[in-house]
């Protein structure tokens, strides 16, 4: 569903990303993680076509993101660490705007925008301004209109920093749910390795720009923990 092959990035002379190559099938549910500055964010950012990169390719849904853009941006949907709204909106204006890009039908976008706001527990608010929302319930909104539309692909820069322990836990459960049933494919960077250990089939791990480890969750808990693995793989590359 996401095939990232061979990605290279710079900013100015500096490269940030060395080579990244990484595929998730439908279904998956993978955690991205990395130090500070490692380039996450660098990496989701290119893979879905929303900052140029200067070498590699990207497949979305066998897509690929330079040459079909359109075709690639219509299967994913992106939550960033801090979701810029059009604040001037009520919640629910805003996502009905959603709605109308996506071409939902009425029902459909009632059900689900009505399943989604009890889920993060917002229904009564979504008649507000959103330049009254709290930072959480931006985010809360941000999550609700990345998930009506029903993509194949969700990405998401840590998606659980801000979150009260229930959106959080109310997340992990539609994020498990829409992978199974429905063969979503969920990409997410955080630094909550616990977290990932619970909810995620796959890990990948990226230190400087460069893939220090991708594989199945699975793996990683038959030789130890997700920390260990991560201070190891931190360690093995200052040494290599
Ligand atoms: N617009 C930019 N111009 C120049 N350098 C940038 C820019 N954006 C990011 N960088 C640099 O690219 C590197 C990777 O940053 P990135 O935001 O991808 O890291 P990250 O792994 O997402 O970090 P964090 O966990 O802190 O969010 C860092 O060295 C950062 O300073």
Do not use: W
Not at 6 to 31: M, N, R, T, W
Not at 165 to 178: H, L, Q
């Amino acid at each position: 569903m996401l095939q990232i092959q061979h990605l290279i990035k710079y900013y100015g002379k500096k490269q940030i990303l060395h080579d990244v190559s990484f595929e998730l099938d439908p279904g998956d549910i993978c955690a991205f993680i990395g130090s500070n500055g490692a380039g996450k964010t660098t990496t989701i950012k290119s893979a879905l076509g929303l900052i140029p990169f200067d070498g590699g390719k990207i497949l979305i849904g066998g897509h690929d993101i330079e040459k079909e853009p359109l075709e690639a941006k219509k299967l994913y949907s992106y939550v960033p660490d801090n979701p810029e709204l059009y604040k001037f909106m009520r919640g629910i204006e805003y996502l009905n705007f959603i709605a109308d890009m996506f071409e939902l039908d009425y029902e459909t976008r009632r059900d689900r925008i009505e399943y989604y706001a009890d889920l993060f527990a917002i229904r009564d608010r979504l008649g507000e301004s959103i330049d009254n929302y709290s930072h959480g319930m931006q985010q809360k909104l941000a999550l609700i209109a990345a998930l009506i539309h029903d993509p194949k692909l969700i990405v998401l820069d840590e998606p659980f920093v801000g979150l009260d322990p229930m959106a959080t836990k109310s997340i992990r459960e539609t994020f498990k749910k829409m992978a199974a049933e429905k063969g979503t494919t969920i990409l997410f960077s955080t630094h909550v390795l616990e977290v990932a250990e619970k909810l995620c089939n796959k890990v990948a791990i990226i230190r400087e720009g460069h893939l220090v480890f991708f594989g199945p969750t699975e793996e990683v808990l038959q030789k130890g923990s997700l920390e260990d693995l991560f201070m190891e793989r931190m360690q093995s590359h200052e040494q290599a």
